[in-house]
């Protein structure tokens, strides 16, 4: 019968319980999205918005009039989930939707004043989130990390 070793009554440190796992790329890139994530979540959360939302408004200013399906494709995300996501824009007024005329069953959305305006304001808070959340890194490490995973991940097979 295998002995059962005895647990030790020392604390364990919360930065040793991933080594093992600091060469897998795929989990440091978790580790590091969450910290820049929640980061961001945070400045957010007084807007009552999450980042996916914002990332949404900076994609329908730069494609007024995008279709819900493609906004989906562009967030990776089912379209239903852009459904709930476009209506909780409506809500705060960011967002709108309106008829398309070639084909009255469609939509396209667009910012709302309002949405314009608080865009501006969101930018600068993100981007200052960035800043805070990657202080470890100098501007030049700072840019060749995005270079480096913009290059990662739209990579074509």
């Given at each position: 019968?295998?002995?059962?070793?005895?647990?030790?009554?020392?604390?364990?440190?919360?930065a040793q319980l991933d080594l093992?796992?600091?060469?897998?790329?795929?989990?440091?890139?978790?580790?590091?999205?969450?910290?820049?994530?929640q980061h961001l979540s945070a400045?957010?959360?007084?807007?009552?918005?999450?980042?996916?939302?914002?990332?949404a408004l900076m994609i329908i200013?730069?494609?007024?009039?995008?279709?819900?399906?493609?906004?989906?494709?562009?967030?990776?995300?089912?379209?239903?989930?852009?459904?709930?996501?476009?209506?909780?824009?409506?809500?705060?007024?960011?967002?709108?939707?309106?008829?398309?005329?070639?084909?009255?069953?469609?939509?396209?959305?667009?910012?709302?004043?309002?949405?314009?305006?608080?865009?501006?304001?969101?930018?600068?808070?993100?981007?200052?989130?960035?800043?805070?959340?990657?202080?470890?890194?100098?501007?030049?490490?700072?840019?060749?990390?995005?270079?480096?995973?913009?290059?990662?991940?739209?990579?074509?097979?």
């Amino acid at each position: 019968m295998a002995k059962i070793p005895e647990l030790s009554d020392q604390p364990v440190d919360p930065a040793q319980l991933d080594l093992a796992l600091d060469g897998y790329l795929g989990y440091v890139l978790r580790r590091a999205q969450m910290k820049v994530f929640q980061h961001l979540s945070a400045r957010l959360e007084p807007y009552d918005l999450r980042p996916a939302q914002f990332t949404a408004l900076m994609i329908i200013e730069q494609h007024p009039g995008l279709m819900q399906a493609d906004l989906a494709r562009a967030l990776a995300i089912e379209p239903p989930q852009a459904v709930v996501l476009v209506n909780k824009l409506e809500k705060l007024g960011l967002a709108m939707r309106v008829r398309c005329k070639p084909d009255k069953r469609s939509y396209g959305i667009f910012l709302s004043k309002v949405g314009e305006v608080r865009l501006r304001e969101l930018k600068e808070i993100a981007l200052q989130s960035d800043i805070d959340s990657t202080r470890s890194l100098d501007r030049h490490e700072r840019e060749q990390l995005i270079a480096l995973l913009r290059k990662l991940y739209r990579e074509t097979r």
